[in-house]
């Protein structure tokens, strides 16, 4: 288990930074909080199985091809290339907007895909793979109100002030009940979206479909018909996965 834990230390800092992709040991032993001969022998283990990769000249160490593979793997198993991607790929289409797909995972949610809008000069760019806490957002708070009640009061409990709490559960209930959430500038101001949730064939929560737009480029008119897209879509996609 010290092992695993170790493991994953190294890949939560090689995977965690948005502008850095390559660590030397040094850095690596500093962030992990581990001796360099330890460290040692845990990447040449990691390296052999591909978890990571060295880079041959100037001996720094990276993410490896194993995540990609079994990433993509994975990715195959979400119905994203028959179904889920083609019908974002349409939504985005008619709204002109990024769309995104976002899965619930213990007390965060992972931005799966997004499709963005080549013809729109200006996006709202979430990268693929990073973690939100499900009490923010409108794809979040979508997964939130529709998540069995109990599962629901324990997210809510972990991550909402008591203080808070009853408000927040309030507009989960219309959220639910309207069947659709938004979010008006919480990750990034001047930015909103717009989210429905997906449901499989068992009628089970699988995640959210959301829109991404700047403020000051929609007016209220377009607010109304991205909403309507949205659940238009949520719903589609929910249909095609055979909930009832």
Same mark, same amino acid.
């Given at each position: 288990?010290?092992?695993?834990?170790?493991?994953?230390?190294?890949?939560?800092?090689?995977?965690?930074?948005?502008?850095?992709?390559?660590?030397?040991?040094?850095?690596?032993? #500093?962030?992990?909080? *581990?001796?360099?001969?330890? /460290?040692?022998?845990? &990447? $040449?283990?990691?390296?052999?199985? %591909?978890? +990571?990769?060295?880079?041959?000249?100037? #001996?720094?160490?990276? *993410?490896?091809?194993?995540? /990609?593979?079994?990433? &993509? $793997?994975?990715?195959?198993?979400? %119905?994203? +290339?028959?179904?889920?991607?083609?019908?974002?790929?349409?939504?985005?289409?008619?709204?002109?907007?990024?769309?995104?797909?976002?899965?619930?995972?213990?007390?965060?949610?992972?931005?799966?895909?997004?499709?963005?809008?080549?013809?729109?000069?200006?996006?709202?760019?979430?990268?693929?793979?990073?973690?939100?806490?499900?009490?923010?957002?409108?794809?979040?708070?979508?997964?939130?109100?529709?998540?069995?009640?109990?599962?629901?009061?324990?997210?809510?409990?972990?991550?909402?002030?008591?203080?808070?709490?009853?408000?927040?559960?309030?507009?989960?209930?219309?959220?639910?009940?309207?069947?659709?959430?938004?979010?008006?500038?919480?990750?990034?101001?001047?930015?909103?979206?717009?989210?429905?949730?997906?449901?499989?064939?068992?009628?089970?929560?699988?995640?959210?479909?959301?829109?991404?737009?700047?403020?000051?480029?929609?007016?209220?008119?377009?607010?109304?018909?991205?909403?309507?897209?949205?659940?238009?879509?949520?719903?589609?996609?929910?249909?095609?996965?055979?909930?009832?």
């Amino acid at each position: 288990m010290q092992t695993i834990d170790r493991a994953m230390k190294v890949i939560k800092v090689l995977a965690g930074s948005d502008t850095k992709r390559w660590f030397s040991i040094t850095e690596l032993s #500093k962030e992990c909080d *581990l001796p360099v001969s330890t /460290l040692h022998r845990l &990447l $040449q283990s990691m390296k052999r199985h %591909d978890l +990571i990769q060295q880079d041959p000249e100037h #001996k720094l160490y990276s *993410l490896g091809t194993a995540w /990609l593979e079994y990433g &993509l $793997q994975m990715y195959d198993t979400f %119905d994203f +290339i028959g179904l889920i991607r083609p019908e974002m790929e349409k939504l985005m289409h008619e709204v002109e907007e990024s769309v995104y797909f976002s899965k619930p995972i213990g007390l965060e949610a992972l931005v799966v895909e997004r499709i963005d809008c080549p013809h729109n000069p200006i996006r709202i760019y979430d990268q693929l793979g990073i973690k939100i806490p499900l009490n923010i957002g409108a794809a979040n708070k979508v997964m939130l109100a529709n998540m069995p009640k109990g599962d629901m009061l324990k997210i809510v409990q972990s991550l909402v002030s008591a203080d808070e709490r009853e408000s927040f559960l309030e507009l989960l209930n219309k959220i639910r009940k309207q069947g659709y959430g938004e979010s008006h500038g919480e990750r990034t101001p001047g930015t909103s979206s717009v989210a429905a949730p997906i449901f499989n064939h068992q009628s089970e929560l699988i995640g959210a479909l959301s829109i991404g737009y700047v403020n000051f480029n929609v007016a209220e008119e377009r607010k109304n018909l991205i909403i309507e897209k949205a659940v238009q879509y949520g719903m589609r996609i929910s249909n095609r996965l055979g909930a009832k």
